[in-house]
């Protein structure tokens, strides 16, 4: 079997201490504050494969067997809340939107998230990127321009397991 890229689904959270909490030991999927969301990576095959039969062995029924659809409008509405510093999204453009959607449909499959679910997600993932040095153009330097992230930069399945994975965290 051949793996062509990995989803990553939400693990749990890592407190002021260092200490790791599973999701289910939060109670809800909300974030509590001052803690990082970790997250693990699940290899995607290339090719497809046949479908087992579903165990629910974790209590999920009442989970959504279906991503739900991509609400982009809000998506864009989280990044310029967090972002402002970054270049506004003026236009539509197909390449963003498919990279959007790509990470909406890995986050909620793997997550089992539901549509609110996911868009706290995104507004974690956002915020997270906002308190980035070198993602919002806050580092200078004497020999060339300040990077400054925009969506579909984010969205690129590269840089967003980056971000996701805390690589541009200034700690």
Known sequence: MNYASYLMRPAGWLDDGGEFHYLHEAGDASQPEGWQM????HPVPTEPEEEA???DLFGDEDRPARVPPCPMA???DLYHKHLPMCDRVMLQSAM???YTRSRWREVCAQGKL???EGLKFFDTFFESASKSLFLTGRIVSKDRKSFKADLLWLMKPTNFVKVCEGKYNNG
């Open 38 to 41: 970790l997250f693990t990576m």
């Open 96 to 98: 963003r939107d498919q």
């Open 53 to 55: 039969p579903s165990l």
């Open 74 to 76: 809000k998506i864009i």
């Open 114 to 116: 539901t549509s609110t």
